[in-house]
């Protein structure tokens, strides 16, 4: 024990003469001897346990009270030391008593305004509500979309905002949207939690993850990897005894062991690069990832959520994220199948569609002037029926595909032309699509045919999310491309 800890301990078990105490006042002008002393103050009433805020404000009122008797109590002390002190010891005493008790109000002012800070900050995070609230409040992500979603913390609406903390979907799926962009959508049951704005942890369950460029750096942790997105789609899926599925839907991601290996010691795994098409597999402790098989089944429910298709009902089939699922690689005869083709494109020039309002789609004659102006941002999709084999052009026996497709946000223009589909390929079709030069695109009803005669059909909803769609399979290659408004995201701050 040194011997400030011996004075310290003195003082606040019988108090100090008023020589001691005018040289130990000195010594708490240095903020470090003063924070010793309330920590060692806090030791003796073991106030680390007990202290609350309100009781906190009522003791150091309390003390303050009593200061006068505890001042007058020196003397006895002071009368004690003088039985065994000498004449010159006391003629020291009377002359520094006078200053004693303004200086023993000050240090026991000192030492309870201490204790009060620091029993202040020694308040577990999880006690005040105050704090969990301000921590929702910073409106990290919010809500997007949920269906038939059970929540652990109860209901949660449609559009409320999320902060920091644990987030338990208990049944159905639901869809986090990040102020940097970032889009996470969870799949029952999962439990999932918010670190900041671009560090996350999946603790249990699956998810799937679009990262545009304005989150690149988007981090997930797991029990077993962690995976740092490059701007890019991906899912992951982490079982019940932490095991982790990692599956690269597009672009690239980084990915490392994380946490203790089997041994104790920290994992020192090389950051590996993962490209689309690629899936690695780790155990907790286990210190190493391995490549398996590229497999998306289990994201099929979540994917097309996190790309912005809410529903697709009758045919309608949004197909599996990869490499080998993109137009012209991927081909399917019985459905009317939804490629997601390009995101956060922002126009430099405006591009001519042919139908940009609610309504049935008729074929337009060329001085059509709907156009999506220069500037605007928005993402794509391609919805194609490709027909088994070569049927005649009018033949009445071509069989019918329907169903329906509603989006995240509104339509603002369809594109089903040969011509407007082949120009607007390099803009808004996927990097990695083979399109066709042959005939493409879809025979709408003209308006001076009979309703009855059997042409394709394009009805965009009042809100211009939902998309009715009755094609039959003919010679040619159905298809029709979809264009969606979306919001400019700002870049991580």
């Given at each position: 024990m040194t011997?400030?800890?011996?004075?310290?301990?003195q003082y606040?078990d019988?108090?100090?003469?008023p020589e001691?105490?005018?040289?130990?006042e000195?010594?708490?002008q240095?903020?470090q001897?003063l924070q010793l002393?309330?920590?060692?103050?806090?030791?003796?009433?073991?106030?680390?346990?007990?202290l609350?805020?309100?009781?906190?404000?009522?003791?150091?009122?309390?003390?303050?009270r009593?200061l006068?008797?505890?001042?007058n109590e020196?003397e006895?002390?002071t009368q004690r030391r003088?039985?065994?002190?000498?004449?010159?010891?006391?003629l020291?005493?009377s002359?520094t008593?006078?200053?004693?008790?303004?200086?023993?109000?000050?240090i026991?002012?000192?030492t309870?305004?201490a204790?009060?800070?620091?029993a202040?900050?020694?308040?577990?995070?999880?006690?005040?509500?105050?704090r969990?609230?301000?921590?929702?409040?910073q409106?990290?992500a919010?809500?997007?979309?949920?269906?038939?979603?059970?929540w652990?913390?109860?209901?949660?609406?449609t559009?409320?905002?999320?902060?920091g903390?644990?987030?338990?979907?208990?049944?159905?799926?639901?869809?986090?949207d990040f102020?940097?962009?970032?889009t996470?959508?969870?799949q029952?049951?999962?439990?999932?939690?918010?670190l900041?704005?671009?560090?996350?942890?999946?603790?249990?369950g699956?998810?799937?993850v679009?990262?545009?460029?304005?989150?690149?750096?988007?981090?997930i942790?797991?029990?077993?990897?962690?995976v740092?997105?490059?701007?890019?789609?991906f899912?992951?899926?982490?079982?019940?005894?932490?095991?982790?599925?990692?599956c690269?839907f597009?672009?690239?991601?980084?990915v490392?062991a994380?946490?203790?290996?089997s041994?104790g010691?920290t994992?020192?795994?090389k950051?590996?690069?993962?490209?689309?098409g690629?899936?690695?597999?780790?155990?907790?402790?286990?210190?190493?990832i391995?490549?398996v098989?590229?497999?998306?089944?289990r994201?099929?429910?979540?994917?097309?959520?996190?790309?912005?298709?809410?529903?697709a009902t009758?045919?309608?089939k949004?197909?599996s994220p990869?490499?080998?699922?993109?137009?012209g690689r991927y081909?399917?005869?019985?459905?009317?199948?939804?490629f997601a083709?390009?995101?956060?494109?922002?126009?430099e020039s405006e591009i001519?569609?042919?139908?940009?309002s609610?309504?049935l789609?008729q074929?337009?004659?060329?001085?059509n002037?709907?156009?999506i102006?220069?500037g605007?941002?928005v993402?794509?999709y391609?919805l194609?029926?490709?027909?088994?084999?070569?049927?005649?052009?009018?033949?009445?026996?071509?069989?019918?595909?329907?169903?329906?497709?509603?989006?995240?946000?509104p339509?603002?223009?369809?594109?089903?032309?040969?011509?407007r589909?082949?120009?607007?390929?390099?803009?808004l079709?996927?990097?990695?699509?083979?399109?066709?030069?042959?005939?493409r695109?879809?025979?709408p009803t003209r308006?001076?045919?009979?309703?009855?005669?059997?042409?394709?059909?394009?009805?965009l909803?009042?809100?211009?999310?939902?998309?009715?769609?009755?094609l039959s399979a003919?010679?040619a290659?159905d298809q029709?491309?979809?264009?969606v408004?979306?919001p400019e995201?700002?870049?991580n701050?």
């Amino acid at each position: 024990m040194t011997p400030h800890q011996e004075k310290i301990d003195q003082y606040l078990d019988s108090g100090l003469d008023p020589e001691d105490a005018a040289q130990f006042e000195q010594w708490l002008q240095a903020d470090q001897n003063l924070q010793l002393l309330a920590a060692s103050a806090e030791l003796h009433g073991d106030l680390r346990r007990s202290l609350q805020r309100r009781s906190v404000q009522k003791e150091a009122m309390a003390h303050f009270r009593e200061l006068p008797s505890q001042s007058n109590e020196i003397e006895p002390d002071t009368q004690r030391r003088e039985q065994t002190s000498s004449n010159r010891a006391n003629l020291a005493a009377s002359t520094t008593n006078a200053n004693w008790h303004s200086r023993t109000w000050f240090i026991l002012a000192m030492t309870t305004a201490a204790i009060f800070l620091f029993a202040f900050l020694s308040i577990p995070e999880s006690e005040p509500p105050n704090r969990q609230r301000a921590a929702s409040s910073q409106r990290i992500a919010r809500i997007a979309y949920q269906q038939n979603a059970g929540w652990l913390s109860g209901s949660r609406a449609t559009g409320d905002e999320i902060g920091g903390g644990m987030v338990q979907l208990q049944v159905g799926i639901a869809r986090l949207d990040f102020s940097n962009g970032a889009t996470v959508t969870l799949q029952g049951p999962a439990k999932f939690e918010i670190l900041s704005a671009d560090r996350t942890r999946l603790h249990q369950g699956i998810l799937t993850v679009h990262v545009p460029g304005t989150a690149i750096g988007f981090e997930i942790e797991t029990p077993a990897i962690d995976v740092i997105d490059l701007g890019t789609a991906f899912g992951l899926a982490v079982g019940v005894d932490g095991e982790t599925d990692v599956c690269v839907f597009e672009g690239e991601v980084q990915v490392s062991a994380s946490g203790k290996t089997s041994r104790g010691k920290t994992s020192n795994s090389k950051r590996r690069l993962l490209h689309a098409g690629n899936a690695v597999r780790s155990k907790p402790l286990d210190g190493k990832i391995e490549s398996v098989l590229y497999e998306t089944n289990r994201f099929k429910d979540g994917w097309p959520v996190t790309s912005g298709v809410l529903q697709a009902t009758g045919l309608m089939k949004f197909v599996s994220p990869g490499p080998d699922f993109v137009p012209g690689r991927y081909e399917d005869n019985e459905h009317i199948v939804v490629f997601a083709e390009r995101q956060g494109i922002t126009l430099e020039s405006e591009i001519p569609v042919d139908l940009a309002s609610p309504g049935l789609y008729q074929r337009l004659h060329r001085h059509n002037d709907q156009k999506i102006a220069a500037g605007t941002t928005v993402r794509s999709y391609l919805l194609q029926l490709d027909p088994l084999g070569t049927r005649e052009r009018n033949s009445e026996n071509k069989p019918r595909v329907t169903g329906q497709i509603t989006f995240d946000k509104p339509v603002i223009g369809l594109i089903a032309g040969t011509a407007r589909l082949t120009n607007t390929d390099m803009l808004l079709g996927h990097p990695d699509g083979q399109y066709k030069t042959t005939r493409r695109g879809i025979e709408p009803t003209r308006k001076e045919e009979n309703l009855g005669i059997k042409r394709d059909a394009v009805i965009l909803s009042e809100d211009r999310r939902t998309l009715s769609l009755d094609l039959s399979a003919g010679s040619a290659v159905d298809q029709i491309r979809v264009i969606v408004e979306e919001p400019e995201q700002k870049p991580n701050g």
